[in-house]
Nanobody, 112 residues
Framework: QVQLVESGGGLVQAGGSLRLSCVAS????????MGWYRRAPGKQRELVSS???????NYADSVKGRFTISRGKVKSTVYLQMSGLKPEDTAVYYC??????WGQGTQVTVSS
């Protein structure tokens, strides 16, 4: 089992930037893919971005060109650099490992 802890959320004005961090612990050798998901009020959870152990990246169309996922020097850490934030990016952002283990989430609020 993998434990995940997110940080970096907060309140930002439209057009601003935030960087989310996720630190994994436990059975990290089992992680093939780490991803960021979000759930906005009244909506279903959706994939924002993911990165495989080999470095392949995937992005939702809504965030392409604005968000960048990366892994730290310690591969159990993953980041989500968010720029050009929009009010519709407001959501709770979750880190996931292999879509099996999930963090507690971090709130991102973008004001207009």
């Amino acid at each position: 089992q993998v434990q995940l802890v997110e940080s970096g959320g907060g309140l930002v004005q439209a057009g601003g930037s935030l960087r989310l961090s996720c630190v994994a612990s436990g059975s990290i050798f089992m992680i093939n893919v780490m991803g960021w998901y979000r759930r906005a009020p009244g909506k279903q959870r959706e994939l924002v971005s993911s990165i495989t152990s080999g470095g392949s990246e995937n992005y939702a169309d809504s965030v392409k060109g604005r968000f960048t996922i990366s892994r730290g020097k310690v591969k159990s850490t993953v980041y989500l650099q968010m720029s050009g934030l929009k009010p519709e990016d407001t959501a709770v952002y979750y880190c996931a490992a292999n879509r099996d283990d999930w963090g507690q989430g971090t709130q991102v609020t973008v004001s207009s």
